[in-house]
């Protein structure tokens, strides 16, 4: 096995700064073109197939959870995994996902008649095809991220999504409609498992350990168990808004969510998978461990807030000349997401906290009572349409929040205002700036020209919201920089420019 888990990266943080660097490029290409690939679908695809396709993935999660048991992410955060370790993990997460990709594919005229959809069975049963290779590359894609080869992750996501891109497009406009979708969703997920298998250069050996078996299920049930809850409300949400609203409403809210998930992941997403890693490795030194927690909490916030604000600014102009007037009720459920994204940013760092100093049980039972409260706050406002349904995601978004202010300060043995102080830091310029985004949008919304307008509108927004966060947060854009494994004359221009104090060795 090429993959040495046991060694210890030289200079951790210089490892994670290049991690988060790696993966940023690969979330800014992947997701550019993937903003590129969906301008595409929504011209030739329908919001009703965009609701079928939302909803019947919304199994396959599902599937690939169970099927799992956490034990991909046991292999992260676990000082011993030795290969009859790995082996046990992979076999039984193959057994698994064959048992219950079986199972979803005899069980699926019983979940079309529950979405009262019967175009959802078939494209159900296709999806079907990309839970094997997502179930065949846990190990090694745990194997890559353990040794913090994140630049080979980036590398592999990056060929797999552009290649389901182009899928996706060649078959939309060929006129396939809801297939388009569903091509795309396999194709990156084969792709994915054959390239993290070549690069890994591992293989599993026939021996299986009842003993590791025991002591991977007892983390790993507790890990999938927060991730199914979450799941598990999707799809309630999924069945609850297909029965009442249709599928073309679904498809509205799909669209929407994509959109705000475009830009989380373009601005944050790539913190996650690294900080879980950190968090791990700094658990027993609890000042260095509160401190990469806050620093991870500041920069997420920081990065993250300018875009949301963004989307939710120009959401009205924007959504309708991107995708097309067919679009327009994605507008709301866009713009409540944006904020609540804002609100409850926390929650990817917060997930990788607990994970790294093994404590899935707390976050399960956090997420077991959001998440029952989100999915309560959608049946009781969905009668009202997909704007109330918006509206009760900033609500729990709130909610949500505050509670985990506790749960963290009580793991760190901070208090719960130090640890609320990165999103108080972020929340003044996000208010203003939405203040200020209204007001000018009444303004260029009387420029001859559409793009123009929204061009003149998105640079006010996120030129206001930066020199806001710099005045009442610059450390947060000094920390922003400081990630970055750049020599100090790329990083010196910009903190000049800023009149932020000097980054360490600049």
């Not at 997920?189 to 003993?211: D, E, H, K, M, T």
């Not at 299920?217 to 991730?227: I, K, L, M, T």
């Not at 401190?291 to 009205?316: C, D, F, N, R, W």
């Amino acid at each position: 096995m090429s993959v040495d888990e046991k060694a210890e990266p030289v200079g951790l943080g210089r490892a994670a700064a290049s991690g988060v660097l790696w993966l940023a490029v690969q979330k800014w290409l992947v997701r550019l073109s993937a903003f590129a690939t969906l301008i595409v679908l929504t011209h030739h695809v329908s919001p009703r197939d965009f609701g079928v396709v939302a909803a019947a993935s919304t199994f396959i999660p599902i599937i690939y959870l169970l099927s799992d048991v956490g034990f991909s992410t046991y292999l992260l955060q676990s000082e011993d995994s030795d290969r009859r370790s790995l082996s046990t993990a992979f076999w039984t997460t193959v057994v698994a996902g064959a048992c219950l990709s079986g199972a979803l594919w005899v069980g699926s005229p019983l979940v079309g008649a529950a979405f009262r959809s019967e175009a959802l069975v078939g494209v159900l049963r296709v999806l079907i095809l990309s839970v094997v290779p997502t179930v065949l590359a846990g190990v090694p894609l745990a194997l890559l991220r353990r040794a913090l080869r994140f630049r080979a992750v980036a590398v592999q996501s990056l060929v797999a999504a552009i290649s389901g891109q182009v899928v996706a497009i060649g078959v939309a406009v060929s006129g396939g409609g809801v297939w388009a979708l569903v091509s795309q969703v396999v194709v990156t997920q084969w792709v994915i498992a054959v390239l993290a298998w070549w690069s890994v250069r591992w293989l599993p050996g026939l021996a299986f350990s009842p003993r590791k078996f025991r002591q991977m299920a007892a983390f790993g049930v507790r890990v999938s168990s927060v991730d199914f809850v979450g799941t598990g409300r999707l799809w309630a949400e999924s069945l609850v808004v297909t029965v009442v609203l249709g599928p073309a409403a679904m498809g509205q809210l799909n669209v929407g969510q994509r959109v705000v998930q475009v830009a989380q992941d373009l601005a944050a997403g790539s913190l996650v998978p690294v900080s879980t890693v950190v968090f791990a490795k700094v658990r027993e030194v609890p000042e260095r461990l509160a401190e990469s927690y806050l620093k991870a909490l500041g920069v997420a916030y920081g990065v993250v807030s300018p875009l949301m604000v963004l989307i939710a600014v120009t959401a009205p102009q924007s959504i309708p000349l991107v995708f097309g007037s067919q679009w327009t009720a994605s507008v709301v459920p866009a713009q409540a997401l944006s904020v609540a994204a804002v609100i409850t940013l926390g929650a990817m760092v917060d997930h990788g906290l607990f994970y790294g100093l093994g404590r899935p049980g707390t976050w399960l039972a956090y997420a077991v009572v959001i998440d029952a409260l989100t999915l309560t706050t959608t049946v009781v406002a969905v009668r009202w349409g997909l704007p109330a349904v918006a509206f009760g995601f900033l609500v729990v978004a709130t909610v949500a929040t505050v509670a985990r202010w506790v749960l963290v300060g009580r793991l760190l043995g901070m208090r719960p205002a130090r640890v609320a102080r990165p999103f108080v830091t972020a929340l003044v310029p996000t208010a203003v700036t939405l203040a200020v985004g209204a007001l000018v949008s009444t303004w260029t919304s009387r420029v001859p020209s559409v793009w123009l307008g929204l061009a003149l509108l998105g640079a006010v927004t996120v030129l206001v919201n930066v020199l806001l966060l710099r005045l009442v947060g610059g450390r947060v854009l000094r920390d922003a920089l400081g990630l970055l494994p750049v020599p100090a004359r790329v990083t010196r221009p910009v903190v000049r420019l800023l009149r932020l104090q000097p980054l360490d060795g600049s």
